[in-house]
């Protein structure tokens, strides 16, 4: 327990370091989003310096900073002028968009990534390791964007998949299972694009992790004794070699979170990424701001939820006394 | 091949490829922004050796193009009159490493003719010389970038690692902090804070900077760890018992082992660097027209009629490739040349 509570506040931290370091870097920020409007005549000066008293923006730094954290524990995580609106109804339906995109592919990534990682350690010589090496290097060269861009222009080509948003302009008149099916349709593209940027990477950290626990002497036992090669691998090896995935799993999140802002915006899918792309040009630093954190947020969970799967999986850490 | 041979041979790779675009004035036929409204979004030039007549030319021709009757879209080539490619032209003006003038282009063709090898922009603008153009600004500000991000991280990891306490606890936690982020957030959100529009030259080294800045963190991590185990070796403890100074235990037996490190380091963050330029540049938050860097060339696609129409847009997508496979084999070649250094 004491591990998880370490953890937690270790995350915490992290939190009020990003939240601390955005204001930090908003202060430096020449303009705001009232500026852009003294360019407007029919806007007079003192009305600007009223929005911004009533924003607060008149206030020095830490001030500023303690409001928002007041706006954060009533959960609206600040305010956005250019929509008028708390900065966490807008940021959450796009959070939980982001969330359904790399989740799936998340799941799907690590789904392909085991099964082909034990293969490939499995068959480590002769043309399965040069094939695989080529593959992964291959694949670990070619950019997100081009990737995202090419398979675009593929798909818009052959018209073989709905491009763009999350469901097709006549949702409304669906079937449940017709939306989920569109929606299915739609999350096809940036799901790919996802997965196969992520892919590679894990690929060789499962062949790596597994190669080493094959070397095992315990391995070599278990062989000995005549067990079945199925039972050897995923009974007895992958267990072992699941602790260094799993911290990998945590930090492939971040990764993940950078790919999915690209695809995000390259395929317009409405999440947490071209909101904050739009939040940036309008100036809108709350929502700037809100973006980030939530970001940062999705981040620590996904490593709390690592730091709990280490926990369940690996004794050495439960009997370890910190 | 022996290795040694293999690094050298992938690094003339890089080296040309760096060259080309330090090179894009004499290699281009035309300037970055010349534009021909006449061709927008022309597609590339066919290159031809046999002519009207059904005669064999040594020397390839291209013909003009013209849009096709009733089409606004398509261009036919206009076979009356053939352009030969001509080598060593004069073309537009430029200046010679910021020294002298010269006119003096690679190749081109005569007047009225233009020779569009990778087709043309929505301006009708050449793709090529863009593409040279546009490699200075993606191509360097990923090297420079890694410069600054590697001198952050030298610094501070060194610092760090060989005088400990707290402040070695302040640096990592922070790097922490750096590494647990998702690096696009962290550049958009640094570069939100940032002016939106300002001219190619300072949007170059805004870019530089702030990528430079978001990269300290693995590096100054990585020096740290060598730092710290040479520390510990039995040879810098007999040479603290002579007396050396800290200044020279540091210059003399912990950088140089940290030195192989860092150069490999540095051929993995080259292309990630490159990455982020093209990523920010094609977000709209980089260099900005006329200025071409590879990524606010890409930016053209999220125009849908771009994207079905015009694959030739895509050409600096794919220039990003050789690039990053040259550097990523050279990352791996250096981590096994210094490996058996240091085993």
């Not at chain 1, 250019?82 to 339906?93: E, K």
């Not at chain 1, 940062?296 to 799967?309: K, M, P, R, S």
């Not at chain 2, 036929?29 to 007549?53: C, E, I, K, S, W």
């Not at chain 2, 070695?168 to 939100?192: G, K, N, Q």
Request: with cysteine; hydrophobic share 55%.
């Amino acid at each position: 327990m004491r591990y998880l509570l370490r953890r937690l506040l270790h995350a915490v931290l992290v939190l009020a370091g990003v939240s601390v370091l955005s204001f930090l870097f908003s202060e430096m920020s020449p303009g705001d989003y009232f500026a852009e409007m003294r360019m407007m005549p029919q806007v007079s000066p003192e009305t600007i310096a009223a929005q911004r008293a009533q924003y607060g923006l008149d206030r020095p730094l830490p001030i500023r900073y303690a409001r928002w954290l007041q706006s954060v524990a009533r959960g609206d995580f600040g305010y956005s002028f250019a929509y008028n609106a708390p900065a966490r109804q807008l940021l959450g339906v796009r959070a939980r968009n982001t969330l359904l995109l790399t989740g799936t592919a998340v799941l799907l990534s690590w789904m392909l990534a085991i099964p082909f990682g034990i293969w490939a350690a499995v068959h480590r010589r002769g043309w399965a390791r040069r094939a695989f090496g080529v593959g992964t290097s291959a694949l670990l060269a070619i950019p997100d964007l081009l990737l995202a861009l090419a398979l675009l222009m593929l798909v818009v080509r052959t018209r073989i998949l709905p491009v763009g948003g999350m469901f097709s302009v006549n949702v409304a008149e669906m079937t449940s299972l017709g939306k989920l099916q569109d929606l299915a349709a739609h999350m096809l593209l940036p799901v790919l694009v996802i997965v196969l940027g992520t892919l590679p990477a894990l690929l060789r950290h499962v062949r790596a992790a597994m190669i080493e626990v094959l070397d095992a002497p315990f391995i070599r036992a278990a062989r000995g004794h005549g067990l079945p090669e199925n039972w050897v691998l995923f009974r007895y090896a992958l267990p072992v070699a699941a602790n260094p995935l799993i911290s990998l799993f945590g930090f492939s999140l971040a990764t993940l979170l950078s790919a999915s802002l690209l695809v995000e915006v390259i395929m317009s899918w409405p999440g947490l990424g071209p909101m904050l792309l739009e939040a940036i040009f309008a100036r809108d630093l709350y929502l700037v701001i809100g973006a980030v954190v939530f970001s940062t947020l999705f981040l620590l969970a996904g490593n709390l939820v690592a730091d709990l799967l280490l926990y369940a999986a690996d004794p050495r850490i439960r009997t370890e006394k910190a | 091949m022996s290795h040694d041979r293999r690094i050298w041979a992938i690094a003339a790779v890089l080296i040309f490829f760096h060259a080309a675009a330090i090179f894009a004035d004499f290699l281009a036929p035309y300037d970055f922004a010349a534009q021909d409204r006449g061709m927008a979004f022309a597609p590339p030039a066919r290159l031809h050796f046999v002519d009207n007549t059904g005669v064999f030319h040594l020397r390839p021709f291209v013909y003009g193009i013209k849009l096709r009757q009733g089409s606004l879209t398509e261009y036919q080539e206009d076979r009356s009159r053939p352009f030969p490619i001509r080598f060593f032209v004069t073309g537009e003006p430029y200046r010679v490493l910021g020294l002298w003038n010269s006119r003096l282009r690679c190749f081109g063709v005569d007047e009225p003719g233009r020779i569009l090898l990778m087709g043309g922009d929505g301006f009708g603008r050449d793709v090529f010389s863009r593409l040279l153009y546009g490699g200075r600004v993606s191509l360097f500000s990923g090297l420079l970038a890694a410069g600054l991000s590697l001198g952050i991280g030298l610094f501070l990891g060194a610092f760090s690692g060989f005088y400990g306490g707290w402040l070695d606890d302040i640096i990592m936690r922070v790097s922490e902090v750096f590494l647990a982020l998702p690096w696009i957030y962290l550049l958009l959100a640094l570069r939100a804070f940032l002016p939106l529009r300002v001219d190619p030259a300072d949007a170059f080294f805004l870019l530089v900077g702030v990528i430079g800045f978001v990269g300290w963190a693995r590096p100054a991590r990585l020096v740290r760890g060598v730092v710290l185990s040479a520390r510990e070796r039995t040879f810098v403890l007999a040479a603290r018992g002579f007396g050396a100074s800290n200044s020279y235990l540091l210059r003399r037996h912990a950088l140089p082992p940290a030195l192989g490190v860092l150069l490999t380091q540095a051929a993995l963050l080259v292309p990630q660097y490159i990455l982020a330029e093209v990523t920010l540049s094609f977000l709209g938050l980089g260099v900005a027209d006329p200025v071409p860097s590879w990524g606010n060339m890409l930016a053209d696609l999220q125009q849908y009629h771009v994207l079905t129409s015009y694959w030739w847009m895509l050409i600096p997508g794919f220039a990003l490739l050789p690039v990053f496979l040259a550097y990523y084999v050279l990352a791996n070649l250096l981590h096994q040349r210094v490996k058996s250094l240091v085993l």
